[in-house]
T-cell receptor, first 116, second 111 residues
Framework: NAGVTQTPKFQVLKTGQSMTLQCAQD?????MSWYRQDPGMGLRLIHY???????DQGEVPNGYNVSRSTTEDFPLRLLSAAPSQTSVYFC???????????????FGDGTRLSIL | TQLLEQSPQFLSIQEGENLTVYCNSS?????LQWYRQEPGEGPVLLVT?????EVKKLKRLTFQFGDARKDSSLHITAAQPGDTGLYLC???????????FGPGTRLSVLP
């Protein structure tokens, strides 16, 4: 059971570089999201998608882009990395069918990103 | 912006002790979830509560949703080292679209 798969697990970038964090889920979930987790601040929503072709901004979207061309994949792009983007990034998915508010978000194991 | 506060931020106890952690907000939430996160992994759902005053039990864990749906508590009876982790609460936002997470309580249970 793969669930939500994130790659890479670790990455070090230099300021100004760009990169894409990959996220794939095999549960046919409509909803997918990206969070960043920083010490003492919990999980903050970056972008989310309620279905293929639909994306929207979360709480902290600046410096990040997303796209959702398929149900399975939801990549997160850092356009020009900055030290403030050093964090642990989590991708999550959940169904949006009836009773979805009681359903769990399924998280990947995270990508640990350091920007030098 | 809806905010969730959690207390305490850190808690270190001995195996066998009881403990309660809290999740509070000035906002009303239609749905509130508790997750546990272990090092190097993503959060895993423990429970969802949706009705004011609701109490749910999961083995030694008891979850309560406040009557006004602004706060919640998690009580652990006879804590074990396996309970060690970061406990996060998350409330469904006013638009009914996304969950807002609290900063978490980091629990350490010493053998």
């Amino acid at each position: 059971n793969a669930g939500v798969t994130q790659t890479p697990k670790f990455q070090v970038l230099k300021t100004g570089q760009s990169m894409t964090l990959q996220c794939a889920q095999d549960m046919n979930h409509e909803y997918m999201s990206w969070y960043r987790q920083d010490p003492g601040m919990g999980l903050r929503l970056i972008h989310y998608s309620v279905g293929a072709g639909i994306t929207d901004q979360g709480e902290v979207p600046n410096g990040y882009n997303v796209s959702r061309s398929t149900t399975e994949d939801f990549p997160l792009r850092l356009l020009s990395a900055a030290p403030s983007q050093t964090s642990v990034y989590f991708c999550a998915s959940s169904p949006r069918t009836g009773g979805w508010r009681n359903q769990p978000q399924h998280f990947g194991d995270g990508t640990r990103l350091s920007i030098l | 912006t809806q905010l969730l506060e959690q207390s305490p931020q850190f808690l270190s106890i001995q195996e066998g002790e009881n403990l309660t952690v809290y999740c509070n907000s000035s906002s009303v939430f239609s749905s509130l979830q508790w997750y546990r996160q272990e090092p190097g992994e993503g959060p895993v759902l423990l429970v969802t509560v949706v009705t004011g005053g609701e109490v749910k039990k999961l083995k030694r864990l008891t979850f309560q949703f406040g009557d006004a749906r602004k706060d919640s508590s998690l009580h652990i009876t006879a804590a074990q080292p396996g309970d060690t982790g970061l406990y996060l609460c998350a409330g469904l936002d006013n638009y009914g679209q996304n969950f807002v997470f609290g900063p978490g309580t980091r629990l350490s249970v010493l053998p």
